[in-house]
C-alpha cells in the first residue's frame, strides 16, 4: 500500500475500534464509519472486504498491540513505563472489548479466544523471566484470569465510580485499581494454604481413582451369580 492508502487503513480501524465501543457492533455501520474517518464508504469496502473484515482486522490489530506491550513488560520493561503507556494508547480498546463481548456470538467467542492466547503468550514470556510462576491448571488460570479482566472492562463505569472517577483511565483509577489488582496477583488473598487443601481434599474424596463420576453402567457390567446346583429328580 501506498503511504495515504495505509494512512486511510489506520483512519478506518481507528474510526471503527472507537464507534463500536461506543454505539455497539451491530448499531454501527460502514457509512458512519467511513464517515468518522474522513473517508467514503466504498473506500472502507475496498480495504476490509466487509463489516466483518473489518471487525477481523479490528481484532488482530488490538490484540497484536496488546500482546506485544503486555509481553514486553512481563519480560523486563518497568511496569510503570507500560501502565502509563496502555493509559494513553489502550484506552479505546476497552469500550470495543465490552461491546464486542456483551453481543455474544461467533464473534465474541472469537475475541474471547484472542484473549486466551494473549495470556498464554504472557506466561510463555513471564514463566522463563521469573516474574510468573507456572499454575498447576495452567489452562483454567488463563481461562480465569480472562474471565476477570473481562468483567473489569463490562463494568468499567461502576468500577470506576467505586474508585472515585468516570472511567478506569482516569488517573486516580487507574492507579488505585493497577495497585489493587498487583497486589492481589503478588500477594494472594488467603493468608495460607488452608482453604486451598481443604478443596483439593474435597473434591479429591467425590472423584474415583480414574475420574469418572458417574461411570456407564455398562462399561462396568456385573457377573452374575451362579445358578444354584440342580436337585436330582426323584426316581419313580
Request: charged share 20%; with cysteine; proline share 6%.
Amino acid at each position: 500500500m501506498s503511504s495515504a492508502d495505509l494512512q486511510a487503513h489506520a483512519r478506518i480501524r481507528d474510526a471503527a475500534i472507537r464507534l463500536f465501543g461506543q454505539q455497539g457492533v451491530k448499531s454501527t455501520t460502514i457509512r458512519q464509519i467511513a464517515e468518522a474517518a474522513g473517508v467514503s464508504a466504498a473506500l472502507v469496502i475496498h480495504h476490509f472486504g466487509s463489516k466483518d473484515g473489518l471487525r477481523r482486522a479490528c481484532d488482530e490489530w488490538m490484540m497484536d498491540r496488546l500482546t506485544a506491550s503486555k509481553t514486553a513488560a512481563l519480560g523486563g520493561e518497568e511496569a510503570f513505563e507500560w501502565t502509563m503507556r496502555a493509559q494513553a494508547e489502550f484506552q479505546p480498546f476497552y469500550p470495543y472489548i465490552a461491546a464486542s463481548v456483551s453481543e455474544g456470538g461467533e464473534n465474541a467467542q472469537r475475541l474471547f479466544d484472542a484473549m486466551c492466547r494473549l495470556t498464554r503468550d504472557m506466561f510463555a514470556v513471564g514463566v522463563p523471566a521469573g516474574t510468573l510462576r507456572t499454575p498447576e491448571d495452567l489452562e483454567a488460570t488463563i481461562t480465569t484470569l480472562v474471565a476477570f479482566s473481562l468483567g473489569a472492562t463490562m463494568l468499567e463505569s461502576q468500577v470506576a465510580r467505586r474508585l472515585g472517577g468516570a472511567s478506569m483511565f482516569d488517573g486516580d483509577v487507574l492507579q488505585r485499581y493497577s495497585l489493587a489488582t498487583t497486589e492481589l496477583f503478588t500477594h494472594g488473598l488467603f493468608a495460607d494454604s488452608r482453604m486451598l487443601e481443604q478443596l483439593r481434599a474435597a473434591f479429591g474424596a467425590h472423584l474415583p481413582a480414574d475420574g469418572v463420576t458417574d461411570p456407564d453402567p455398562t462399561a462396568h457390567p456385573v457377573t452374575p451369580s451362579p445358578p444354584p446346583p440342580s436337585t436330582p429328580e426323584a426316581t419313580p
